[in-house]
C-alpha cells in the first residue's frame, strides 16, 4: 500500500487503510475456520540467525520424522519463495506448482527428502492477501511472520495446524516472543495464522497494557504517538468495555526507512504491527491526514482486541463481519472523539465519506456477499453507520445512560454464557430498547434487495432523527 499514492487520492484515504489494516484480521479468522487442534505435523522447523560482519543470515531447516517426496507450505500468496529462498543444498529446489497453486520444496534428483536448508532474504516483502515474511527495524532488529514458515509433508491438509518451532539467535541479540525476552534460543509449539516473533537488540517497553517494540528510527510524533496514544486508546476500551484477561498484547512498529513505498499494516492474536517501507515518514508525521490515519488504524486494531473472543466470538461467518468490523471502525470513531479534540472533523468526515461508499456499494452486491464481490470494505463502512445508529438510538432511549458499549459488553456476556455468537443473538439484545425501526432499518440494510438495503442505511444514517 503506497500513502504517497493515498494522499492524493483523499476521497479514498479512510475506508481503503481501514481495509488494508484490517484485512488480515479476515485472512486470520477465515483461515481457523475449521481448525482442530490437530496433532502435530511431523516436521520440526529450525531457524537459525547469525550475523558475519555486518550482514545478517537467517536459514531455516526443515527436518522430517518421515521422509517425503516434497514439502509444501501452508500459506502461498505469490511465487516469490522460488526467489527470496536459496536452498543449501544444490538438488533441492522451490518451484511454483501452478495446477495446485502453491510452492512447493523438491530434489530435483528425485531423492526423499528429510533434512532441507534455506536461506531466507530478509527484507520487506509486501505480500498482497499475507503478512509481511521480515518487517526490519532501521536499528538492524528483524520480525518475523511465523507462519510463513509452516509446510507440511507432501501436501498440506486442515489437521496440519500444529508446528513445533526452535529459534536460535546471537549472543548479543534476544527474542520477543509473546511479549516474553529470551536469550539465545528458545522453542514453542505453533499453530492457525502463527505470530510474529521479533529478534535484535532493542528492549520492548513493557506497560500495563502493553509490550511494545517501537523503531528508535521512526519520526518523534509517530513513536511517542505509538508510545502515549496505544495506551490512552487500551485505557478507553478497558474502561468502556472490559478490561483485557490474560497475556499482554504486542504491538510491533518498524521502519524500514530505505527508497520503497509500501506501508503495511496487521493484526494477529494479541498481536497488532504495523510497518513502514519508505523514507519520507518525516515530512508525513507532519501531514495531519496521515496523523489521524494512523491513529484511525490504530484505535480500530485495538478495539478489536476488547471485542469478545476475538471475530470468532463475533459473528457466525464472513456475512456477519459488519459486525466485528463495524463496530471496531465505529468505536474507533468514539475514541478519537474522546481522546483528540481536533479529530472531530476528520472522524464527520470519514463518517460521510463511509455513508457514501456503504451505499454506492450496497447498489452492487448485498451486504452478505460483499466478501465474495471483492466489497469488504463495506463491512466496515456500512457497519459503522449501523453502529452508529445503534449508539443514537440506545442513547436516546435511555436518556444516556446506556449506549453502543452497553450492547456490546452484554453481547461479550452472553457469548460467554454459551449463547450463539452473531446477528441473531445481537439483533435480540436490541430488543429491550422498544426500536422497532431500528431494527427494521437493520433487516432491511442487510437483506438481500438493493433498494431496501440502500433505504435502510439511509433511515440508519438519519437517526435518531
Ligand atoms: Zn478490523
Request: overall charge negative.
Amino acid at each position: 500500500m503506497n500513502w504517497l499514492n493515498i494522499t492524493k487520492i483523499k476521497t479514498a484515504i479512510s475506508i481503503s487503510l481501514a481495509l488494508l489494516a484490517c484485512f488480515n484480521v479476515e485472512i486470520a479468522w477465515a483461515n481457523s475456520q475449521g481448525h482442530n487442534d490437530s496433532s502435530s505435523s511431523n516436521i520440526l522447523i529450525n531457524v537459525e540467525k547469525s550475523t558475519a560482519d555486518t550482514s545478517e543470515k537467517w536459514v531455516v531447516t526443515y527436518t522430517l520424522t518421515t521422509p517425503a517426496k516434497t514439502l509444501a507450505f501452508v500459506r502461498n500468496p505469490d511465487t516469490s519463495r522460488t526467489t527470496r529462498w536459496f536452498a543449501q543444498d544444490s538438488d533441492i529446489e522451490i518451484v511454483f506448482d501452478d495446477a495446485k497453486h502453491q510452492e512447493l520444496v523438491r530434489s530435483k534428483s528425485g531423492k526423499s527428502l528429510s533434512t532441507v536448508s534455506f536461506l531466507m532474504t530478509p527484507t520487506y516483502k509486501h505480500l498482497g492477501k499475507d503478512y509481511a515474511p521480515f518487517s526490519p527495524f532501521s536499528d538492524g532488529g528483524n520480525a518475523f511472520h511465523s507462519g510463513r514458515l509452516f509446510a507440511c509433508a507432501n501436501a498440506c491438509s486442515e489437521e496440519d495446524n500444529k508446528w513445533q518451532l526452535t529459534l536460535n539467535v546471537p549472543s548479543d541479540e534476544h527474542i520477543v516472543l509473546n511479549g516474553k525476552v529470551t536469550k539465545n534460543s528458545v522453542s514453542w509449539t505453533d499453530n492457525n495464522d502463527g505470530r510474529v516473533v521479533y529478534v535484535g537488540r532493542q528492549q520492548p517497553i513493557i506497560t500495563d497494557d502493553v509490550v511494545a517494540l517501537i523503531d528508535p528510527g521512526l519520526p518523534k510524533s509517530i513513536k511517542v504517538s505509538l508510545e502515549e496514544d496505544i495506551p490512552n486508546m487500551m485505557a478507553f476500551f478497558s474502561h468502556s468495555l472490559n478490561p483485557l484477561k490474560g497475556e499482554k498484547p504486542m504491538l510491533l512498529a518498524s521502519y524500514a526507512n530505505i527508497d520503497a513505498h509500501s506501508t503495511q499494516g496487521g493484526t494477529l492474536p494479541n498481536q497488532i504491527f504495523m510497518h513502514w517501507n519508505r523514507q519520507d515518514l518525516n515530512e508525513q508525521a507532519n501531514n495531519s491526514s496521515f496523523v489521524n490515519q494512523t491513529l484511525w488504524f490504530f484505535a480500530h486494531e485495538v478495539a478489536h482486541f476488547y471485542q469478545p473472543g476475538s471475530t470468532e466470538g463475533v459473528s457466525e461467518n464472513k456475512e456477519q463481519s459488519w459486525l466485528h468490523e463495524g463496530s471496531a471502525d465505529y468505536f474507533a470513531a468514539i475514541a478519537m472523539n474522546f481522546l483528540y479534540e481536533d479529530a472531530n472533523s476528520y472522524v464527520e468526515s470519514r463518517m460521510t465519506r463511509a455513508f457514501e461508499s456503504c451505499t454506492e456499494g450496497l447498489a452492487q452486491t448485498t451486504l452478505a456477499h460483499a466478501y465474495k464481490n471483492g466489497q469488504f470494505n463495506l463491512y466496515y463502512s456500512c457497519g459503522m453507520i449501523m453502529h452508529r445508529a445503534i449508539d443514537s438510538v440506545v442513547q436516546q432511549k435511555t436518556l444516556g445512560e446506556e449506549s453502543l458499549f452497553t450492547v456490546w459488553k452484554r453481547l461479550q456476556k452472553a457469548v460467554h454464557s454459551g449463547m450463539p455468537p452473531g446477528t441473531a443473538t445481537f439483533l435480540t439484545l436490541l430488543e429491550p430498547y422498544n426500536a422497532p425501526e431500528l431494527i427494521k432499518a437493520i433487516n432491511n440494510a442487510t437483506s438481500d434487495d438493493a433498494l431496501k438495503a440502500i433505504q435502510g442505511i439511509e433511515t440508519l444514517y438519519q437517526f435518531p432523527e
